[in-house]
C-alpha cells in the first residue's frame, strides 16, 4: 500500500502548500456543512474570511479588532513555545493569565482614586510578577521535587479561577457596585486605563507590545545563545548537559517568561478591553494560545500569522451567527476543521508519502 | 400582444418587490449561552419569537448566542450596530459596562439591559420580580416537605439571588414553621455537573424538595431519580422529572420585548428607563402545577399569585428581621425597592451565611 518516510530534506514548497491546502480544504468541507445547515457557502465562507478584512460595513472597526483578539493569543503563545522547543510543558497559560490580571488591578484598585503616571508601568509589572508567581509553583515543585509540571500547571488554573472570584465577590469588588460581582471599571479610572493608542480603533499598548515581542522572540530564538540552548535541551538533554548548564535553569527560566508574558497580557485584557475584574474575566486565551504556538510551528513569525488567522476566525465566525442565522457549534466545527487540516498537511513538512508496489 | 407586452413590462416590478424589501427595523438579541439550555437563553430566545410573531415582515429580529461577559460582548454589540441594528437586546447581567460603552458610541442604536443598574439616553434597563414567582414555589415547598429540609442550589452571591433565597424562605416558613433551608452556591450560572452534584449532596443531608437559582435541567434529572421534589427554573422542565416536577417559575419576556418593540417603531421609546416587573404584567409565569400536589395547596398557592398580582400581598411583609436579629420590616410594611434591589443579608431563620 503506502507508507511515511521521514524526509531527509526539509522542503519549503511543502511548508508553503500546506497551509494553503488546508485552508482550501476547510473551504470545502465547512462549505457543505453550511450548505447542509441551509446557509450559501460562498456568502458565509466570504463573511468569515472576508469582510472582517474588507467590506465597507465592518473593517474599519474589525481590522483593528482582529489585532486586539489577536495581541493576548500571540503574547501567550510566544512565551508557551519556549518551553515547548525545550519539553517544558506550560499548560496553565490560562491561570498566569488570570493571576497576573488580579495582580495589576489589585494594585490599581489599591490607589483608587489617586492619579499618577507611574501606575499604569507600576501594574505593568504586577501583572508580570503575578503571572511569574503562579508559573513559578509549578517550576519549584519540578526542580524540588520532580512533580509533573503539566499536571500542577493545569490544576492551578482552577485554582487561580477561584481566586477570580473571590476577588470579583471580595476583595475587589466595587463599592459602588449594588452588589454585583465585579471590580471597578478600570476605564473610568485614567491613571490605570489601558489607553488607546490611535483613536477610534481601540488598539492599546498590549497589541503593540505583542508585535515587538515576535521581533524579540525571532531575534532570541535564532541569534541568542539562550535560544540556542532551549532547542538543544529539547533536542537532547544528553548533550545540552556536557554544556555544564543545569537543567533546572532551563526549567525556571521557560516557567517565568511564560507565566510572565501571560500575566502581562491579562494585565493588557483587564486594563483594556475588558476593563474589570468579574468572575467570567478568563475566557480561554490561555487555552487557545497552545494551539496558536502549534499551529505557529513555535516558530515567532508563524505565532504572529497563526494568532492573526484564530481572530480573523472568531471576528468573521461572530459575523456569520447573527447576519446568516448560523449557530456558534457550527463556526466551532469550521474553527476545529481549520486546525484539523493545518495539523494534519504538518505530517507531510516532516513526512514523506511512499507508495508501494504490492 | 399588447397583454404580453404588459405581462413583461411587470416582471422587473415583481423582482424588483423582492428584493427592494427590507424590513423596516431590526432588531438584535445577545445571549450568554445557548437558547437549546430549557433555561434563561431559551426563554429570552422565545421573546425573540414573540417579535417575530407580533411584527412580521415589519422586524427583522437576529441574534448570536455564547457571547462571554468580556470584551467580546461589547464586539459582538458594535458589529450588530454597523451591521444596521436599532434596537439591542443584552440579556445577561456582565453584558452592562459593554452595553453602556457601545451605546456611547452608536447614540441612534436603542439598547435595553436585562438585569443590570446602569442607563443612558439610549439604554434602559429590565429586569424581573423573580422574588414573587419565588413566593408562591416556596409556599408549596413549605408544604411539600416531610423531612422539613428544603435544599437551595444558588449560582452567584448577588442580590437577585439572595432575595429569592429570602422570599422562598419567608414564605415557606408561614406555610410550615417547622422549615429548614440548606443552600449550597456554585459560583455558576450554567453548569449541569456541578448543579448535579450540588442537588445530590443536599439530598443526602435529608432533603427532600430542591429549589435552584440555576439555568440548566440537571437538578430536575436528579431529582426524578432520587424520588425527592424540584421546580422548573425559568421554563417547565416537567419533561426532564416528570414525577419530580412540581410547577416552574417562567420567565415570560414576550410581552415586555413586543412592548419595547413597538415603542421604538412609532418613537415613544425612552433611554434610562429601569423596568422590574412580576407576575401581574407576565414577566413572572407561574407553570402548571402537578398532580402531587393536594388542591388546597394548589388553591393557597394560586391565591398568593393572584395577590402579588393584585397587589393587595408582598412577598416582604413585616414583621421580618434579618438574620443577626436586628429588626428589618415592622408589622405590616413591605421591602421598598432599593433595600430589595441590593439585598445583601439573610432574613432571620435562614442558617450559614452569603459567601464574602
Not at chain 1, 462549505?31 to 457557502?41: H, M, R, T
Not at chain 1, 517565568?256 to 497580557?265: D, F, H, N, Q, W
Not at chain 2, 393557597?300 to 443577626?324: C, L, R, W, Y
Request: aromatic letters at 12%; proline letters at 5%; hydrophobic letters at 50%.
Amino acid at each position: 500500500m503506502f507508507k511515511l518516510e521521514p524526509r531527509v530534506e526539509f522542503s519549503p514548497m511543502i511548508s508553503f502548500l500546506g497551509p494553503l491546502f488546508s485552508i482550501v480544504l476547510t473551504m470545502i468541507f465547512g462549505g457543505i456543512l453550511f450548505f447542509s445547515l441551509g446557509v450559501d457557502p460562498v456568502a458565509a465562507i466570504k463573511m468569515i474570511f472576508w469582510d472582517p478584512l474588507m467590506s465597507e460595513t465592518f473593517a474599519e472597526y474589525s481590522r483593528p479588532q482582529i489585532l486586539i483578539k489577536a495581541a493576548p493569543l500571540i503574547l501567550i503563545a510566544l512565551g508557551l513555545s519556549l518551553g515547548f522547543k525545550a519539553n517544558i510543558w506550560n499548560i496553565g497559560a490560562e491561570g498566569q493569565y488570570i493571576m497576573g490580571a488580579i495582580f495589576g488591578a489589585t494594585f490599581a484598585l489599591s490607589l483608587y482614586p489617586s492619579e499618577s503616571v507611574f501606575i499604569f508601568p507600576v501594574m505593568i509589572i504586577a501583572g508580570i510578577i503575578g503571572g511569574g508567581i503562579w508559573a513559578m509553583i509549578p517550576a519549584m515543585l519540578k526542580v524540588k521535587f520532580k512533580v509533573n509540571e503539566i499536571l500542577v500547571s493545569l490544576m492551578l488554573v482552577y485554582v487561580a479561577e477561584q481566586i477570580l472570584a473571590l476577588a470579583s465577590l471580595g476583595f475587589l469588588r466595587n463599592p459602588d457596585g449594588a452588589g454585583f460581582p465585579g471590580s471597578r471599571n478600570l476605564n473610568d479610572y485614567p491613571s490605570a486605563s489601558n489607553l488607546e493608542l490611535i483613536n477610534g480603533t481601540g488598539i492599546h499598548l498590549g497589541v503593540l507590545i505583542s508585535l515587538l515581542m515576535v521581533i524579540f522572540f525571532y531575534i532570541l530564538l535564532f541569534r541568542h545563545s539562550l535560544g540556542f540552548k532551549i532547542k538543544l535541551i529539547g533536542h537532547s538533554p544528553k548533550a545540552y548537559a556536557f554544556s555544564g548548564d543545569s537543567p533546572n535553569k532551563m526549567v525556571v527560566i521557560c516557567l517565568l517568561v511564560s507565566g510572565g508574558l501571560a500575566g502581562v497580557a491579562g494585565l493588557f485584557e483587564v486594563a483594556g478591553p475588558a476593563g474589570q475584574i468579574t468572575i467570567d474575566f478568563n475566557v480561554g486565551y490561555g487555552f487557545t494560545a497552545i494551539i496558536v504556538a502549534f499551529l505557529g510551528r513555535l516558530n515567532p513569525i508563524g505565532i504572529f500569522l497563526a494568532g492573526i488567522i484564530m481572530a480573523l476566525t472568531y471576528v468573521g465566525g461572530e459575523l456569520t451567527q447573527f447576519m446568516l442565522n448560523l449557530p456558534a457549534a457550527a463556526i466551532q466545527v469550521f474553527q476545529g476543521m481549520l486546525l484539523f487540516f493545518l495539523l494534519s498537511f504538518d505530517l507531510f513538512v516532516n513526512y514523506k508519502l511512499k507508495f508501494l508496489k504490492d | 400582444m399588447r397583454n404580453l407586452f404588459k405581462l413583461i413590462a411587470i416582471i422587473p416590478l415583481l423582482v424588483f418587490a423582492n428584493i427592494g424589501y427590507t424590513a423596516d427595523m431590526k432588531v438584535g438579541f445577545i445571549y450568554i449561552g445557548p437558547p437549546g439550555d430549557h433555561g434563561w437563553n431559551y426563554q429570552h430566545d422565545v421573546g425573540r419569537k414573540a417579535v417575530d410573531k407580533a411584527f412580521g415582515d415589519k422586524v427583522e429580529t437576529v441574534f448570536q448566542e455564547n457571547v462571554p461577559e468580556s470584551a467580546d460582548a461589547e464586539r459582538v454589540m458594535t458589529q450588530m450596530a454597523l451591521s444596521g441594528a436599532d434596537m439591542i437586546f443584552a440579556t445577561s447581567f456582565g453584558y452592562m459596562d459593554p452595553v453602556l460603552n457601545v451605546a456611547k458610541k452608536f447614540p441612534k442604536v436603542k439598547f435595553e439591559h436585562a438585569t443590570g443598574y446602569k442607563t443612558a439616553d439610549n439604554v434602559s434597563t429590565y429586569s424581573a420580580r423573580f422574588y414573587e414567582g419565588r413566593s408562591v414555589i416556596g409556599h408549596v415547598a413549605g408544604k411539600m416537605t416531610k423531612s422539613n429540609k428544603i435544599g437551595y442550589v444558588a449560582s452567584f452571591p448577588i442580590p437577585e439571588v439572595v432575595r429569592g433565597i429570602n422570599s422562598a424562605y419567608l414564605a415557606a416558613k408561614k406555610a410550615n414553621p417547622n422549615v429548614e433551608f440548606k443552600v449550597i452556591w456554585i459560583f455558576t450560572w450554567y453548569d449541569p455537573a456541578k448543579e448535579a452534584d450540588a442537588a445530590k449532596t443536599l439530598i443526602s443531608q435529608g432533603a427532600d424538595v430542591i429549589m435552584q437559582h440555576v439555568d440548566s435541567s440537571a437538578i430536575m434529572t436528579v431529582a426524578e431519580e432520587a424520588g425527592v421534589y424540584a421546580f422548573g427554573q425559568a421554563s417547565d422542565m416537567s419533561e426532564f422529572g416528570p414525577n419530580a416536577h412540581l410547577t416552574a417559575i417562567i420567565n415570560g419576556w414576550g410581552p415586555y420585548y413586543v412592548k419595547r418593540v413597538k415603542q421604538a417603531m412609532n418613537g415613544t421609546w425612552k433611554g434610562g428607563e429601569q423596568t422590574f416587573d412580576g407576575i401581574k404584567s407576565g414577566m413572572v409565569v407561574i407553570g402548571d402545577m402537578s398532580d402531587k400536589i393536594p388542591d388546597d395547596v394548589k388553591k393557597e398557592a394560586m391565591a398568593i399569585a393572584d395577590g402579588i398580582a393584585s397587589g393587595s400581598m408582598h412577598s416582604f411583609t413585616g414583621p421580618v428581621n434579618k438574620q443577626d436579629g436586628s429588626p428589618w420590616l415592622k408589622a405590616g410594611e413591605t421591602a421598598d425597592i432599593g433595600t430589595l434591589l441590593g439585598m445583601n443579608f439573610y432574613v432571620e431563620g435562614i442558617e450559614g451565611d452569603i459567601p464574602k
